[in-house]
């Protein structure tokens, strides 16, 4: 009852917070518009505009180049066709090139187009600027789609769709088809889309070009689009997909993993079968439902160096049940994390919009449960058996203008336990480019009573409460407020959170509590647009960091200065001037140390990324100790041809002592990518990674055909190696084979 008032209240202050009248943004009489042309019968995507059709349709011209120009004449020539029928959106480009040989473009997997010639499509179907939708073709057709919310791009988010593309000797054609059963879009006779179309040309530069001047001044890039107009009569549209799987597997493993003596036993062969089905009965609302769901990966996470680290670690999500609708979860607090729903029997999701109004709901069964127990230095990271169900509710009211107010309810419930967590989120903007943003979140927490699990008895601040399952009940609270200033020249955001010890997110990624952190930073940008560099920018940032107790935990300041190059070479250099922390109860001043990154393209077939930190680090132990070392990343990605690519990745970490010189650690992992890809739809690939610190060998070999980003089919196998030394060397500890074949029925 008291978590519920908790909520109501904090709730209805929010809602009584004046609105101002200019929050909702009207229609714009002045903005460009695109007309599109209704055709009877569909068009064939085969990559040219041959069909005459075309020719009827109204052509606008992408003619500004807005990086690194502003809003300068666009160096080539691009045109920009909008037809439709009763099932899809025809967008048709004619992009024109000076010199054809230097269009960079290869054949891969979708959504890798980032290094290549392009043209984009940033559609909003409400009008509202909170969310969009973003297309992305390159020369061969090969697509790349994303969600996006403001300026962050979620890349997880897939649909079905069609393109085609072809290079001749003037240039390159794109057709590009979108079906409205993937898009959602009000329930309205006429439709009015904000969009925004781009060509990107990476060559010397990497030149945006765009169909809209943009104002630099203005952060809201969708706020800045044109209008789609003459769509009608497509709002009765709906749909049925089922995606049923298929799996089969089978694994082998020594009997005892740390005996190299073992004997190797291999396990029986293995299938699954489950499903989903999926149901839009209207464009603004879809209902998904799966059955024994398979929440496999095709790889395994990618190795993160944690030797130094006291937190759990957080890894992307790669299931596609949990990628639909994420945006809808994202926040500061991280209170949902779907890889805490593990090995779900199964799930159920809702997704809907009413005019201004969003809402989500997710619902999943798990028979795995893990468990973060926060703290203030470390965290604690337990994998179980236990059976738990797990609810987290969504609901978003948009103003317009980027303005508006939400609420969040996520429930986990085992046998014996429950954690419950509920807040409001808001996001103002004001005088065009200021933001005032916050979050505030409850949580009600009875823990596990089972030292088994947990029996780690550190303190949870002050708060009496300890870190071990015991069944003790408490709660807490998360606080984090934002103001922001986004501009052309000067930029700043002034943040601050406070998280009680004992505020705990089972159904999220919450690994640190006690604290109260003040941060500020600011950015002054440059743009000489000359012969050797595109922009640069001079940043600080600083903060204080508390905990419930008062006590000074860290303090810090970091002048930072970046700048882009001519060659698309972007480099950025900080430096650590004051960085004082107090860890396990002992005073380290002068943790002193210089951060590099670079990120260059400098070829379509050379991309090379680097990110390294090199001076003072804490050796974060029971007995902390001042270090002197490095931590280095680097990535090489080559592409000989447009089919192949090779990627190599090497992360090294050393630290020894300032006053001893006694060696703490020095290690790497090294991680190599070959992949052949014979078309859009089928490529070979191979992972191999050497873990140096675990002295371990992984390989991961995999064919994949990907019709469409739900209709796929794996064949692979996994193998793991480890070194155990003399005399008994490199031996096999487990290995998998697998066969997925998952196939996307649509009505």
């Known amino acids: 009852m008291r978590f519920l008032r908790h909520c109501c209240s904090a709730l209805l202050c929010l809602l009584s917070l004046p609105v101002p009248s200019f929050a909702f943004v009207p229609t714009d009489s002045s903005k460009q518009i695109l007309r599109a042309l209704r055709i009877d019968g569909d068009v064939e995507i085969n990559g040219t505009l041959s069909d005459p059709r075309w020719n009827q349709a109204t052509p606008v011209e992408i003619r500004y180049e807005v990086q690194p120009g502003e809003n300068a004449p666009a160096p080539v020539r691009t045109v920009v066709r909008v037809m439709y029928n009763s099932d899809y959106v025809y967008f048709g480009f004619r992009c024109e090139d000076p010199d054809p040989s230097s269009i960079r473009a290869h054949i891969t997997d979708r959504d890798k187009t980032s290094d290549d010639d392009r043209v984009g499509i940033i559609l909003d179907t409400y009008g509202d600027f909170q969310r969009s939708y973003e297309f992305i073709v390159n020369p061969y057709g090969i697509q790349a789609d994303y969600l996006r919310t403001g300026n962050n791009e979620d890349g997880s988010f897939d649909t079905v769709w069609k393109s085609a593309a072809v290079i001749d000797g003037t240039g390159w054609t794109t057709v590009i088809g979108l079906p409205f059963k993937s898009l ?113 990966q095709v790889e395994s996470d990618a190795t993160q160096i944690s030797i130094n680290s006291t937190f759990a670690i957080n890894y992307p999500e790669k299931r596609p049940f949990f990628l639909v609708g994420s945006d809808m979860y994202n926040n500061q607090t991280g209170a949902f994390y779907s890889r805490m729903i593990n090995n779900p029997i199964g799930a159920a999701r809702l997704l809907g919009k009413s005019g201004s109004f969003s809402f989500a709901y997710l619902g999943a069964g798990d028979r795995n449960t893990p468990f973060i127990v926060p703290g203030e230095e470390s965290s604690n990271f337990i994998s179980t058996n236990l059976e738990s169900f797990s609810n987290i509710a969504r609901a978003r009211y948009d103003f317009g203008g980027e303005t508006f107010i939400g609420g969040m309810l996520t429930t986990r419930n085992t046998a014996t336990a429950h954690n419950y967590v509920g807040g409001i989120d808001w996001n103002y903007k004001f005088l065009d480019n200021y933001y005032f943003s916050g979050e505030y979140f409850y949580s009600d927490t009875k823990e596990v009573n089972d030292l088994e699990l ?41 943040r601050y959170m406070d998280r009680t010890p004992t505020f705990d997110a089972q159904s999220g990624f919450v690994p640190s509590n006690d604290t109260r952190t003040l941060f500020m930073e600011h950015d002054y940008s440059f743009y000489p647009n000359n012969s050797i560099i595109d922009q640069w920018t001079l940043s600080a940032n600083a903060g204080l960091h508390f905990n419930h107790e008062d006590i000074r935990k860290e303090k810090w300041f970091v002048p930072v200065l970046s700048a882009q190059f001519k060659g698309q070479i972007n480099v950025t250099v900080q430096w650590l001037l004051v960085n004082d922390e107090l860890f396990h109860g002992v005073q380290f001043d002068n943790i002193n140390r210089t951060q590099m990154s670079l990120n260059a393209r400098p070829s379509s077939s050379l991309t090379l990324i680097f990110n390294g930190a090199f001076g003072r680090f804490i050796r974060r132990s029971d007995t902390p100790d001042m270090g002197i070392g490095h931590t280095v990343d680097l990535t090489v990605r080559l592409r000989p041809t447009s089919q192949l690519q090779v990627e190599l990745l090497y992360s090294r970490a050393r630290l020894s002592s300032v006053a001893t010189g006694v060696l703490f650690y020095d290690g790497y992992v090294a991680h190599v990518l070959g992949m052949y890809q014979f078309t859009p739809e089928l490529y070979l690939r191979v992972i191999g990674q050497y873990d140096q610190f675990a002295k371990s060998f992984d390989v991961y070999p995999l064919v994949s055909y990907k019709l469409n980003p739900f209709t796929i089919f794996y064949a692979g196998s996994t193998y793991a190696m480890s070194d155990f030394g003399q005399p008994f060397g490199v031996r096999q500890t487990a290995r998998q084979y697998f066969l997925k074949l998952q196939y996307l029925l649509r009505s």
């Open 184 to 296: 959602r879009f009000p329930s309205q006779r006429e439709q009015r889309w904000t969009v925004l179309l781009f060509r990107i040309l990476p060559r010397a530069s990497s030149y945006q070009l765009s169909w809209n001047p943009i104002d630099r001044n203005n952060p809201c890039l969708i706020c800045q689009g044109g209008v789609i107009e003459g769509i009608a009569d497509v709002q009765s549209v709906s749909s049925v997909d089922v995606l049923p799987y298929v799996v089969a597997q089978q694994s082998g493993s020594l009997a005892d993993a740390s005996n190299p003596q073992s004997a190797f036993e291999n396990g029986p062969i293995k299938g699954r079968v489950g499903g989903s089905i999926r149901y839009s009965p209207s464009p603004d609302l879809d209902v998904e439902a799966v059955i024994n769901p398979d929440f496999s």
């Open 454 to 494: 947990n029996s780690d008895f550190r303190k949870l601040g002050d708060s009496g409460r300890d870190a071990a399952f015991n069944g003790e009940h408490f709660a807490g609270t998360s606080t984090i407020l934002s103001f922001q200033r986004g501009a052309r020249d000067w930029s700043f955001s002034l």
